[in-house]
């Protein structure tokens, strides 16, 4: 079969494994149509691990080598990119118009589309995260099999960094149904297109350019610190984010069983002010770019733009994120979300910005 038509088979694999495996049953933050909150399938991780093993059985036999999808990694990415306009165009041109068609075509016209029991955005977040994890392992495998006498341990703290990343993403999927793409976004080229290319490809963009270079023997205590860059930006990332989510599920509840759920409020409506959302009014955001910094600079090559593509993306991501964010809390929130910003004036980085 054409390397081009791969993702393909691995795209259909990972949805008939959420449609058919058990998984959780939960109702999620957001809304229909008829006011009810949406229920979603969660079944990320037995997904993940189904197909990696399917995976590693075909390599295994000798039907696949170990590294092909990084050999075949242009061929990948040219297949991914058409299911994701063939996705894009078939998942917006039915629907009725939001705006202007270029720009329903880009941001989507469906907030929250579902399918027997498939929820889209669940669906492509899952696929991205699995098809990822496959080209990450592949690369590594290239790398190993290139320089099997001085392999980099970067390479190796990489994909473990990585792949506690997307394992940890699945195992809080719940978490993840309180956050802005699930509640703000609609489903157009920026989110099908984006998972099903973007996310799994340019996520490994670090290895993407560098598998094929010699061991950079960067210093232990290095590697070390790279991990604690990571680590740092994971706790306060998922710390944020997890805090948001048990204040939503229960607002008398101490996150954590620690923290007082500090807030301002008003007719009903509350801002959490304390905790991590006491630091900065976006701290997630310093997390995930501080996970980017650790993932790149644990390749060992400073010099090398590509693993450098990956948190300046998420830079170039997140601010404008932040202002938009910081406008819609403004509308829905009035004169909580004012007071807000004088008790936690920093936007992202406490102390700087």
Same mark, same amino acid.
């Given at each position: 079969m054409p390397a081009v038509l791969w993702p393909l088979v691995i795209y259909a694999f990972v949805l008939l494994d959420?449609?058919?495996?058990?998984?959780?049953?939960?109702?999620?933050?957001?809304?229909?149509?008829?006011?009810?909150?949406?229920?979603?399938?969660?079944?990320?991780?037995?997904? %993940?691990?189904?197909?990696?093993?399917?995976?590693? =059985? &075909?390599?295994?036999?000798?039907?696949?080598?170990?590294? /092909? +999808?990084? #050999?075949?990694?242009?061929?990948?990415?040219?297949?991914?990119?058409?299911?994701?306009?063939?996705?894009?165009?078939?998942?917006?041109?039915?629907?009725?118009?939001?705006?202007?068609?270029?720009?329903?075509?880009?941001?989507?016209?469906?907030?929250?589309?579902?399918?027997?029991?498939?929820?889209?955005?669940?669906?492509?977040?899952?696929?991205?995260?699995?098809?990822?994890?496959?080209? %990450?392992?592949?690369?590594?495998?290239?790398?190993? =099999? &290139?320089?099997?006498?001085?392999?980099?341990?970067?390479? /190796? +703290?990489? #994909?473990?960094?990585?792949?506690?990343?997307?394992?940890?993403?699945?195992?809080?999927?719940?978490?993840?149904?309180?956050?802005?793409?699930?509640?703000?976004?609609?489903?157009?080229?920026?989110?099908?297109?984006?998972?099903?290319?973007?996310y799994p490809f340019f996520y490994a963009i670090g290895l993407w350019t560098t598998a094929d270079l010699p061991n950079p023997h960067t210093p232990t205590p290095v590697l070390v610190l790279t991990a604690v860059c990571f680590f740092t930006g994971w706790a306060l990332s998922r710390g944020a984010n997890l805090q948001k989510f048990e204040f939503k599920r229960d607002p008398t509840k101490k996150a954590f069983g620690r923290l007082d759920p500090r807030t301002l409020s008003a007719n009903g409506k509350h801002v959490l002010t304390g905790g991590f959302w006491g630091l900065s009014r976006h701290i997630n955001y310093l997390g995930e770019i501080l996970m980017a910094l650790g993932l790149a600079a644990s390749l060992g090559h400073p010099t090398s733009i590509g693993p450098w593509l990956y948190p300046l993306y998420y830079v170039a991501l997140l601010f404008p994120r932040q202002a938009d964010d910081d406008r819609r809390c403004a509308e829905r929130y009035g004169k909580l979300w004012d007071e807000y910003c004088k008790r936690v004036p920093w936007r992202i980085i406490p102390g700087v910005y």
């Amino acid at each position: 079969m054409p390397a081009v038509l791969w993702p393909l088979v691995i795209y259909a694999f990972v949805l008939l494994d959420h449609r058919l495996v058990p998984a959780r049953h939960v109702a999620g933050y957001v809304r229909g149509p008829d006011g009810a909150p949406l229920r979603y399938r969660l079944n990320g991780l037995p997904v %993940l691990a189904l197909t990696l093993l399917a995976w590693a =059985a &075909t390599c295994w036999s000798g039907v696949l080598a170990w590294d /092909a +999808l990084y #050999v075949h990694r242009v061929e990948l990415a040219v297949g991914a990119c058409v299911i994701g306009l063939v996705f894009t165009l078939a998942i917006v041109l039915p629907a009725a118009p939001v705006r202007g068609l270029a720009a329903d075509l880009f941001l989507g016209r469906l907030p929250n589309p579902q399918w027997r029991g498939i929820d889209a955005k669940m669906y492509l977040y899952l696929v991205g995260a699995v098809m990822l994890e496959l080209n %990450l392992l592949s690369y590594a495998a290239h790398h190993y =099999a &290139t320089f099997p006498d001085d392999p980099s341990l970067g390479v /190796a +703290l990489h #994909v473990a960094l990585f792949s506690f990343f997307l394992t940890e993403y699945l195992f809080f999927e719940e978490v993840h149904l309180y956050t802005y793409d699930f509640m703000a976004e609609r489903m157009g080229f920026k989110l099908g297109w984006g998972c099903l290319v973007f996310y799994p490809f340019f996520y490994a963009i670090g290895l993407w350019t560098t598998a094929d270079l010699p061991n950079p023997h960067t210093p232990t205590p290095v590697l070390v610190l790279t991990a604690v860059c990571f680590f740092t930006g994971w706790a306060l990332s998922r710390g944020a984010n997890l805090q948001k989510f048990e204040f939503k599920r229960d607002p008398t509840k101490k996150a954590f069983g620690r923290l007082d759920p500090r807030t301002l409020s008003a007719n009903g409506k509350h801002v959490l002010t304390g905790g991590f959302w006491g630091l900065s009014r976006h701290i997630n955001y310093l997390g995930e770019i501080l996970m980017a910094l650790g993932l790149a600079a644990s390749l060992g090559h400073p010099t090398s733009i590509g693993p450098w593509l990956y948190p300046l993306y998420y830079v170039a991501l997140l601010f404008p994120r932040q202002a938009d964010d910081d406008r819609r809390c403004a509308e829905r929130y009035g004169k909580l979300w004012d007071e807000y910003c004088k008790r936690v004036p920093w936007r992202i980085i406490p102390g700087v910005y």
